[in-house]
């Protein structure tokens, strides 16, 4: 399932390129355009649901998105911590509403956030 104006299923398709940091049979990663620590990238579904409310709803999907969440941590060595933030709704800061997952890491974060 995709929706033709959503930016993310765009790069899901290919109709958008995009450079994949890692893929598994349910999600992608890359990297966010506009970093906000030495690590930041994005986890999200290959199926559209606009927020990680309605990824609840398909565990198997949401296994997907948290199984590269891990890989995309383990690949940069965020052995140290990192932080996994799932932004739902306009009010939490989220501008693309397909359902993403934050993987951020590579310094020490600060609680609590913005």
């Known amino acids: 399932m995709s929706n033709n104006d959503c930016l993310f299923c765009k790069f ?7 450079t994949k940091l890692a893929e598994n049979d349910g999600a992608i990663a890359f990297a ?3 970093p906000q620590a030495p690590v930041h990238v994005l986890v999200i579904p290959k199926m559209h649901v606009a927020d990680v409310t309605e990824l609840s709803a398909h565990p198997d999907e949401l296994e997907q998105v948290m199984e590269l969440a891990a890989r995309v941590a383990k690949q940069h060595d965020l052995s140290g911590g990192y932080r996994l933030v799932f932004n739902t709704g306009a009010d939490a800061g989220q501008s693309v509403f ?3 997952a934050h ?3 590579g310094r020490s974060l600060q609680w609590p956030p913005g």
């Open 98 to 100: 397909h359902a993403h």
């Open 103 to 105: 993987v951020l890491g």
């Open 12 to 18: 899901v398709s290919g109709e958008i390129s995009v």
């Open 32 to 34: 966010d355009i506009n």
